[in-house]
Structure formats: C-alpha cells, structure tokens
C-alpha cells in the first residue's frame, strides 16, 4: 500500500508526537532542560511531518540512505536525552526501539553499523553526563540492550522470512500447479477439439459406408414379392456391419442367404462388400444354381482375392454363410453351409439343417473343401429361418452369459405358431432383454420366411 520510505515516515511521525506528549504530560521536568527538550521535539516534529507530506527522499538519493536515518534520527534521539535528564532520561528506549525496526527493514551489515552507532552515541551521552549516578554495571546493561535489540529485530525478521519464504514458496508452487493445471487444460481441449474434428469426419465416412452398404442389401419389397410373410432383423454392432442378407430371384428360384464375415465394423463391412459381389458373380452372372457349388465357387475366389501368391502371404479371413435355394414350382429347398445352419418347420416340426464345418476363405485355401447340399421339400406354411451367430454369443441375462445357439432355437421355436411380424417382435425384444446394459458382442441378423 505504502512504500518502505513512506511507512518509514509515518512511523517517525507517530514515534515522535508520542514522545513530545509524554514530555508535556508526563515528564518530571526537574532535571530537563526545557528550551532545548522543546526546541528538539520542534524540530523532530517538523522533520518528520516535512518528510511525511513533502517526501524529499523522493528528489534526493541520500535522504534515502541508512545512514542519513540512523545519524539524523539518533541525533535527535540524543539530544532528547540530554535535554531531558542524560543517564536518567527514559529516552534511550528510542535507540533500541529504531534498531528493531532497522533490523526488520535492512541487512546485517547495515543493521551491525546502525547498533555500533547507536552504542557510541550512548556512551557520548555516559560521558557528557557529570552527575550521573548511573553505576557502571547498570550502563553496560543498558549499552548491552542496544545490539540485544538490533539481534532481537534481526531474529524475528529473518524468522518472519523464513515463514514468508516457505509461503510464497507453496503460494509459487500453487501457482505453477495452477498454471500447469490451465496448460494441461488447454491442451486437453485442443486434443479433444482436434479429436472431436477427426471423429467427426471418421463417423461422417463410417455413416456414408452404411448408406452404400444399406444400398446393397436386397429390397424388402423383392422379398415380399416371393413370400407373403417374412421378417428381417439386422443389428449391427457397429455403424457398418460384418453381417449381411442377400436375396436373388429368377425364373421361379428364388437364393436366399445370411453372411457373416470375419470381423465387424469396417473391416467386417468391407468383407461384406467382397461376399456380396461373389454371391452376385456365382449365382446372378455365372448361373450356378446349387447351394454347394455356389461355395465352393466362392471359396475358390476368396482364395484368389486374399492371397499373395509370390510373397506366399495368406489372410485369414473369410465368412461363414447359410445359402438356400427354393424351388418354388417344385416346392424344394436345397440348403448348403459354411460353418451354419438352417431351422426348417415342417408339418409342425423343427428340423436343424446343419452345413459343412468349414468357413469360406481363412486359412486352408488350397485344402480340399467339398461343400454338401441338402434337398427338402415344403409345403404351404413351412417356415425357414437363416441367422448368423451374433445373437447365441451375446453375454447378457441375470449372470453375463452368453445366449447359446439351443436357447435361440428354442426362441425361434416357441414363437413359430405367430404371424411372421409378431415372431419378429418376439426375437427382437428378447435380444435387447438379454443384452440389458451389457455391451453388443457382434452384429446381429435373423431372417424367417414362410411359404
């Protein structure tokens, strides 16, 4: 609030009009020399408010000095002693007084010149006094006190440094953690703006995937147009998915198939893409109407589509896959599979149509692999429902289990008496009961038909 120069100022003010009324109402004026007492306080005083209100300090480098204090205020301080009794003057209580405050506000060697003054000026005081009465003893006691005051100050101020010290040292550490906190936070903010930026344009990329993958999918009305009554539930994991259904009809044969390729998400998805496009090769281009050559057909391609032959590299990945071909004049189904089955309600009864135990792709592209076609015939009302695996390995229930492939035939078995939208609804609740709050393990299709 103040300067040092200022706080010294308002101090010398208030030390000196206290000393001039303990003069005035409380002195013993017998052994004072009233003119120079009076003359002393007037000057002291005038000093000191000159040096309040005017500042010189400000204008003149050495009134700033130590020194200049020490000499002009011990002066006075001197003369107020001999004016007012010498020895018996009460007014050497100033010195020890000015040397507190010098030792709170100077250096050691500033503070050790100040007392060695101090303690000339005192004995300059025991010598001019030829009436004392003071014994020595009680005069070095008095002479002791002078540097005992200016230690005293020194102690509590280097004691009230070291306490300052230590607080500003956790008031600087504070800061620093503070300032390191904001920096932290601002680049948390950036990171996380930046990361915002790149996830927005990887969902904007992933949501322009699904569109096309969505467009690849057969349409419903397609379907419709060769089943009365039939559902579809695709749920996929991720935005895209590794799943997916296809449908073809021509001629009065209708194929019907549900993928599912390694993986999920983009990976799943872009094998997806190459499942699709041999599905369309095989059966729509090439004409190949049996289930198990139409694998075989395919196993054949991915074979070539993900193997390096000159550097001998092999990826293995492939996809599992339920294809059926329906007769619809001859009422027959041919079923054939790779790792997955057909359900097949006949007459009533649930029959489980099971495929080859092998993937399409994956490792074991050049081992013999002979896919095998099951014929059936059907009549009106038969049902045949085609799923991936998504749904029996999904953890949920009151322990976190996995649903189990005998569970969902079950399911699909227990509702198989409803109309196909009901059965959907039925199948489509019960995985979103069971999944709870539990995460979605794998995309998720189920297709019925019912002739």
């Given at each position: 609030?103040?300067?040092?120069?200022?706080r010294?100022?308002?101090?010398?003010?208030?030390?000196?009009?206290?000393?001039?009324?303990?003069?005035?109402?409380?002195?013993?004026?017998?052994y004072?020399?009233?003119?120079?007492?009076?003359?002393?306080?007037?000057?002291?005083?005038?000093?000191?408010?000159?040096?309040?209100?005017?500042q010189?300090?400000?204008?003149?480098?050495?009134?700033?000095?130590i020194?200049?204090?020490?000499?002009?205020?011990?002066?006075?301080a001197?003369?107020?002693i001999?004016?007012?009794?010498?020895?018996d003057?009460?007014?050497?209580?100033?010195?020890?007084?000015s040397?507190v405050?010098?030792?709170?506000?100077?250096?050691?060697?500033?503070?050790?010149?100040?007392?060695?003054?101090?303690?000339?000026?005192?004995?300059?005081?025991?010598i001019?006094?030829?009436?004392?009465t003071?014994?020595?003893?009680?005069?070095?006691?008095?002479?002791?006190?002078?540097?005992?005051?200016?230690?005293?100050?020194?102690?509590?101020s280097?004691?009230?440094t070291?306490?300052?010290?230590?607080?500003?040292?956790?008031?600087?550490?504070?800061?620093?953690?503070?300032?390191?906190?904001?920096?932290?936070e601002?680049?948390v903010?950036?990171?996380?703006?930046?990361?915002?930026?790149?996830?927005k344009?990887?969902?904007?990329?992933?949501?322009y995937?699904?569109?096309?993958?969505?467009?690849?999918?057969?349409?419903?009305e397609?379907?419709?147009?060769?089943?009365e009554?039939?559902?579809?539930i695709?749920?996929?994991?991720?935005?895209?998915?590794?799943?997916?259904?296809?449908?073809?009809?021509?001629?009065?044969?209708?194929?019907?198939?549900?993928?599912?390729?390694?993986?999920?998400?983009?990976?799943?998805?872009?094998?997806?893409?190459?499942?699709?496009?041999?599905?369309?090769?095989?059966?729509?281009?090439?004409?190949?109407?049996?289930?198990?050559?139409?694998?075989?057909?395919?196993?054949?391609?991915?074979?070539?589509?993900?193997?390096?032959?000159e550097?001998?590299?092999?990826?293995?990945?492939?996809?599992?896959l339920?294809?059926?071909?329906?007769?619809h004049?001859?009422?027959?189904?041919?079923?054939?599979?790779?790792?997955s089955?057909?359900?097949?309600?006949?007459?009533?009864?649930?029959?489980?149509?099971?495929?080859?135990?092998?993937?399409?792709g994956?490792?074991?592209?050049?081992?013999?692999?002979?896919?095998?076609?099951?014929?059936?015939?059907?009549?009106?009302?038969?049902?045949?429902?085609?799923?991936?695996?998504?749904?029996?390995?999904?953890?949920?229930?009151?322990?976190?289990?996995?649903?189990?492939?005998?569970?969902?035939?079950?399911l699909?078995?227990?509702?198989?008496?409803?109309?196909?939208?009901?059965?959907?609804?039925t199948?489509?609740?019960?995985?979103?009961?069971?999944?709870g709050?539990?995460?979605?393990?794998?995309?998720?299709?189920?297709?019925?038909?019912?002739?």
């Amino acid at each position: 609030m103040f300067t040092s120069e200022k706080r010294v100022s308002i101090l010398r003010v208030l030390l000196f009009a206290l000393n001039t009324v303990v003069f005035v109402w409380f002195m013993d004026h017998t052994y004072t020399n009233d003119p120079l007492a009076y003359g002393v306080l007037a000057i002291a005083n005038v000093y000191a408010l000159i040096t309040l209100v005017f500042q010189p300090y400000k204008k003149f480098k050495v009134l700033r000095s130590i020194y200049f204090t020490t000499v002009s205020d011990g002066a006075l301080a001197t003369l107020l002693i001999v004016a007012t009794g010498y020895m018996d003057s009460p007014y050497y209580l100033i010195w020890y007084i000015s040397l507190v405050s010098i030792a709170f506000r100077y250096t050691l060697q500033q503070t050790v010149i100040t007392t060695f003054i101090y303690l000339l000026l005192y004995m300059c005081v025991f010598i001019l006094d030829g009436n004392s009465t003071i014994e020595l003893s009680d005069f070095m006691l008095r002479l002791g006190y002078i540097p005992l005051a200016g230690m005293l100050g020194m102690f509590v101020s280097l004691e009230i440094t070291d306490q300052l010290d230590g607080k500003m040292s956790i008031i600087r550490a504070e800061n620093a953690l503070k300032q390191a906190h904001h920096e932290l936070e601002m680049k948390v903010e950036t990171r996380t703006n930046e990361l915002r930026l790149i996830n927005k344009d990887l969902t904007d990329s992933i949501s322009y995937a699904h569109r096309i993958q969505s467009a690849i999918l057969p349409k419903l009305e397609d379907i419709a147009a060769q089943f009365e009554q039939f559902f579809v539930i695709h749920l996929p994991k991720d935005i895209v998915s590794g799943d997916f259904y296809w449908f073809h009809h021509r001629d009065g044969i209708s194929h019907l198939a549900v993928v599912d390729c390694t993986g999920h998400g983009v990976p799943g998805a872009m094998m997806s893409m190459i499942g699709n496009n041999l599905l369309n090769s095989a059966i729509i281009q090439q004409r190949i109407v049996s289930p198990s050559e139409v694998l075989q057909n395919m196993d054949k391609s991915i074979g070539k589509l993900l193997k390096d032959d000159e550097q001998g590299l092999a990826v293995n990945d492939g996809m599992d896959l339920s294809l059926c071909m329906i007769d619809h004049r001859n009422n027959i189904i041919e079923f054939a599979g790779a790792q997955s089955m057909a359900l097949f309600l006949r007459n009533g009864e649930l029959l489980e149509i099971r495929g080859n135990k092998f993937s399409i792709g994956g490792f074991g592209f050049d081992s013999a692999k002979e896919y095998q076609t099951t014929r059936h015939t059907f009549s009106a009302n038969d049902q045949l429902f085609l799923f991936s695996d998504g749904f029996q390995d999904q953890f949920g229930g009151m322990k976190g289990k996995k649903f189990y492939r005998k569970n969902l035939i079950n399911l699909i078995d227990s509702c198989s008496d409803r109309p196909m939208k009901e059965q959907r609804e039925t199948i489509n609740s019960t995985f979103f009961n069971w999944k709870g709050n539990e995460t979605q393990m794998d995309d998720v299709t189920v297709l019925g038909v019912k002739f």
